[in-house]
């Protein structure tokens, strides 16, 4: 292998591990970092990027080995190899202008696992309110005339949260579905 080969190897295992620790740091973007053309994977993180990059690089050194590589095709796969590890050296040292960038509100999302822990709450909820309402409706039914009134209001309060206690519900169950659906 000729040495510009072997400090290509080097170059990407060194922007693995910066893309690691870059994707940890700041975690997913709120939409793929690159253009379709230059990374097919179209990662929110750098760290497939790079995967690509070198499945890239791999491609050359295999099509050349065995012969296949012609002078148009090694053109291409090393434009675009040099392209790909460009703009991932890019966003690496961008790294500080992109913290002060304005988020995106799907940014912010949370993970899956806490959206199913926040349906299970709202599940608990919706359950308790049930009850209650079952409760001022017997206490209704129950009151006096000079309370009823008051009773009909603290039944209404009620039923009013739980109405939005279920419109909450429903809106992570939509996000849920929405988030299986796009992983």
Not at 79 to 96: H, P, V
Request: charged share 30%; hydrophobic share 30%.
């Amino acid at each position: 292998m000729t040495p510009s080969f072997t400090q290509l190897e080097d170059k990407l295992e060194q922007l693995s591990l910066q893309a690691a620790q870059t994707d940890r740091q700041r975690g997913e973007h709120y939409q793929p970092l690159f253009d379709e053309r230059l990374f097919h994977c179209l990662s929110r993180l750098l760290t497939p990027c790079v995967e690509e990059a070198k499945n890239t690089y791999k491609t050359i050194v295999r099509e050349n080995e065995s012969g296949l590589l012609t002078a148009q095709r090694a053109e291409y796969l090393t434009e675009q190899l040099l392209a790909q590890i460009s703009a991932i050296q890019r966003e690496i040292s961008t790294q500080s202008i992109r913290k002060t960038e304005i988020k995106h509100s799907s940014h912010y999302r949370k993970p899956i696992n806490l959206l199913y822990q926040d349906l299970a709450q709202h599940q608990e909820w919706e359950s308790r309110l049930m009850d209650m309402v079952r409760e001022k409706e017997r206490t209704l039914a129950s009151a006096p005339h000079f309370q009823q009134q008051e009773a009909q209001k603290a039944l209404i309060v009620t039923e009013q949260r739980l109405e939005r206690c279920r419109a909450a519900k429903l809106k992570l169950e939509k996000q849920i579905t929405f988030r299986e659906r796009h992983q």
